[in-house]
T-cell receptor
Framework: GNSVTQMEGPVTLSEEAFLTINCTYT??????LFWYVQYPGEGLQLLLK?????DKGSNKGFEATYRKETTSFHLEKGSVQVSDSAVYFC????????????FGQGTRLTINP | DTEVTQTPKHLVMGMTNKKSLKCEQH?????MYWYKQKAKKPPELMFV???????INESVPSRFSPECPNSSLLNLHLHALQPEDSALYLC?????????????FGSGTRLTVV
């Protein structure tokens, strides 16, 4: 079945540092890939997405590229801010109808000023 | 309108109570979902509705009863819950064809069973 593996956290960085959160997946066919962010006490917000190989999703300075050859979708940001502190989830879905969104375990990110 | 609205935001209920969680969206999405999220864990799928019909039930106990009265509304009826059912309950919606455009989540109902 489909699965997602994220790097374990928590991750603590200083403001303006470079961020990478690794995500790899196992899936049949060509899934859609997502990064969701969850701020404390809130629901999940879609951060970015990619639907086919070599697509790059980007939003709010975050980027991730759909790499089929390495089955990866790593999240990167060049200069993090304190406001980026949150839990980040990598996720995938199939493309045939309404399906389960398969999540990674989540990575808690803390940015110190 | 690009939001999924969930009510109430917080709910405390006793083990003998009956309550309902509500979810509403006006994005024209015809797939709606209920997820359960425990602390420091990813969301776990409970139910999927596609065109107002239940299409996936992830072996959820019968004390949770979903209902989709129309294409914009999704309810989760709760009865005789246990303390371990305390969690954040998230509603989501998406297109049925084209889930690659993403799933939109509500802000959740934080449920405490006492």
């Amino acid at each position: 079945g489909n699965s997602v593996t994220q790097m374990e956290g928590p991750v603590t960085l200083s403001e303006e540092a470079f961020l990478t959160i690794n995500c790899t997946y196992t899936a049949t066919g060509y899934p859609s890939l997502f990064w969701y962010v969850q701020y404390p006490g809130e629901g999940l917000q879609l951060l970015l997405k990619a639907t086919k190989a070599d697509d790059k999703g980007s939003n709010k300075g975050f980027e991730a590229t759909y790499r089929k050859e390495t089955t990866s979708f790593h999240l990167e940001k060049g200069s993090v801010q304190v406001s980026d502190s949150a839990v980040y989830f990598c996720a995938l879905s199939g493309i045939q109808g309404a399906q389960k969104l398969v999540f990674g375990q989540g990575t808690r990110l803390t940015i110190n000023p | 309108d690009t939001e999924v609205t969930q009510t109430p935001k917080h709910l405390v209920m006793g083990m003998t109570n009956k309550k309902s969680l509500k979810c509403e969206q006006h994005m024209g999405h015809r797939a709606m979902y209920w997820y359960k999220q425990k602390a420091k864990k990813p969301p776990e799928l409970m139910f999927v509705y596609s065109y107002e019909k239940l299409s996936i039930n992830e072996s959820v106990p019968s004390r949770f009863s979903p209902e989709c009265p129309n294409s914009s509304l999704l309810n989760l009826h709760l009865h005789a819950l246990q303390p371990e059912d305390s969690a954040l309950y998230l509603c989501a919606s998406s297109q049925v064809r084209g889930t690659g455009k993403g799933y939109t989540f509500g802000s959740g109902t934080r449920l405490t069973v006492v």
